[in-house]
């Protein structure tokens, strides 16, 4: 009972009507039934989903970029390797991939560091199919065992300019780029 003897009793309906649809259809059992039914639906029962979500995502702690050469290669130069290495641990180990040999690869007194090395292109290769390029890349390994390889450069010796001196015929050179 509730003041002065009065129920205090209170009921609620909540009805939501839709436009176009008959009511007689929106009260059917059935029509509630396929209305919640629906997936997506504003009249769903909302789903809470209580787990938290765990997102973990690393950090580059180790990245190494091997510059290319822009100039023109001639066979016989000596080269300085330029690598860019970022790194939040010590370097541990440097190696080297690809035509190492062909390109008579040098290591700088410390060769457990990126700096300091260099090749020697070698000489021209007349032979027919000879390609006179060469590969190389290089990868660096940090005090976590973490590895990376940089990218593959290219290296391409210029053909030596050769002329016949007979003292009759005029010389012409004209250049041209091998791209």
């Not at 050469?69 to 180990?93: F, H, I, M, N």
């Not at 007194?109 to 700096?115: E, K, L």
């Amino acid at each position: 009972m509730g003041d002065g003897g009065e129920s205090a009793e209170q009921y609620q309906l909540t009805l939501n009507y839709r436009l176009g649809v008959p009511l007689y259809r929106q009260l059917s059992a059935d029509y509630v039934a396929a209305a919640h039914s629906l997936r997506g639906s504003r009249y769903d029962q909302v789903q809470r989903n209580a787990v938290p979500v765990l997102a973990f995502k690393q950090r580059k702690s180790l990245s190494v970029f091997l510059a290319t050469p822009p100039w023109s290669l001639q066979p016989g130069t000596s080269l300085a390797l330029k690598v860019q290495v970022s790194a939040r641990y010590p370097l541990t180990a440097v190696s080297w991939q690809g035509d190492t040999q062909a390109l008579s690869l040098t290591p700088p007194a410390d060769s457990g560091q990126p700096d300091g090395w260099s090749i020697i292109l070698p000489p021209w290769d007349d032979a027919p199919g000879a390609r006179n390029q060469y590969r190389l890349s290089v990868t660096v390994e940090d005090e976590k065992q973490q590895r990376v390889t940089s990218n593959w450069i290219v290296l391409k010796l210029n053909a030596p300019l050769q002329a016949a001196a007979d003292g009759e015929e005029p010389l012409t050179f004209a250049t041209r780029d091998g791209a």
